[in-house]
């Protein structure tokens, strides 16, 4: 390897290394997780031929991974230089108890996660998503309806990024008089859940793919919620359940283009009755996001042909469906309540 000489100061070629390593560097924590290791260092330290052993990998190649990981704080090396120990960095990746972090690594770690952002340039010469072509032409929806893996890797890092937001809306909201919510697109049912468990007088419905549906069910039925729920297999597309006083609907409007969000919009204001209102609850961008908030809009992009979008975007697209935005709640530091009713 040459180094390389420009009219850039030595530390802006320093930096855009860094830079332009990032990828290996997020694979290379993509494959310590998906080996299982920072789970097997909560045991206490271990040598790299234990865990060669333990994981059934070349000890010479894992080793070498290692000591690169430890290089930015993915596991402690020791003295003698063979032995690893968990540091605070990699104690995030452990999946029991799981975190929003740790079901995140497992879910990049995929290989069809990782071949749609290889093809990025497809996304950014068409605007179109990239995954499609990435793999075999299988999209990111057929895949995690039909591939068992796919599935539960999707689900997981969903739900436990959705928990503690799902928490921040049954605070953030206000669900006085409140007694039936529909929650469409409703996932595993953490923020169905978060509702009910706060506000003990709602009864709720998630509407969900007929997939997904058992998924929520044994979600939810850890949650000593009985006989306050219900979940309904179904399709946003064709119906909602009609009559609600409340419909929720948490980051599924950005996976779609503006036409489609339209469409889905007029199926839940069809479903509302007069009087009932409807949460759009998502991630906006503004001049103000930061490189997780712009990046996650990318995600968009390469896996569905989604993207975040300006509060002002949602206000548009609602009243193109019969429905106008009474006000604005906010959550956290992108996620934002927009409540509206029929126009």
């Known amino acids: 390897m040459t180094e390389h000489v420009g009219t850039a100061d030595k530390g802006a070629n320093k930096e855009m290394v860094e830079l332009l390593q990032g990828a290996w560097r997020a694979r290379a924590i993509h494959v310590a997780s998906e080996l299982g290791i920072p789970d097997l260092l909560t045991r206490g330290e271990h040598t790299v031929a234990e865990l060669a052993e333990l994981t059934g990998t070349h000890a010479e190649t894992l080793g070498r991974l290692l000591r690169a990981l430890s290089t930015f704080g993915v596991f402690q090396r020791q003295a003698d230089g063979h032995t690893y120990s968990q540091s605070p960095l990699s104690a995030v990746l452990v999946t029991e108890p799981g975190n929003a972090e740790s079901t995140d690594a497992r879910f990049m770690a995929a290989n069809w996660h990782w071949a749609a952002w290889g093809d990025l340039l497809h996304s950014v010469r068409t605007g179109e998503s990239s995954f499609e072509v990435a793999n075999s032409g299988v999209s990111f929806w057929e895949l ?138 998502e991630g906006v961008v503004d001049e103000e996001s930061d490189l997780e908030a712009l990046f996650r809009g990318l995600l968009l992009t390469v896996l569905v042909g989604g993207q975040d979008r300006p509060e002002s975007d949602y206000q548009t697209l609602a009243e193109r469906a019969g429905l106008r935005v009474v006000r604005t709640i906010p959550v956290s530091d992108d996620l934002r309540i927009l409540e509206a009713r029929r126009a």
């Not at 591939?147 to 921040?168: I, L, P, T, W």
């Open 144 to 281: 995690t309806k039909n591939d068992a893996d796919a599935k539960q890797r999707f689900n997981a890092a969903m739900n436990a990024v959705s928990q503690e937001e799902s928490a921040g809306v049954a605070r953030a909201y206000d669900f006085s008089g409140i007694r039936t919510v529909v929650d469409v697109a409703g996932g595993l049912g953490s923020l169905l859940a978060a509702v009910l468990t706060t506000h003990t007088e709602v009864y709720g419905t998630i509407l969900e793919r007929p997939e997904v549906v058992p998924l929520a069910e044994a979600r939810l039925a850890k949650a000593d919620l009985a006989g306050r729920y219900e979940v309904v297999p179904g399709d946003f597309f064709e119906g909602v359940p009609a009559g609600a006083d409340l419909y929720s609907i948490k980051r599924a409007l950005h996976d779609w283009d503006d036409d489609t969000i339209v469409r889905i919009l007029e199926q839940i204001k069809e479903a509302m009755r007069p009087d009932s209102v409807l949460l759009v609850i």
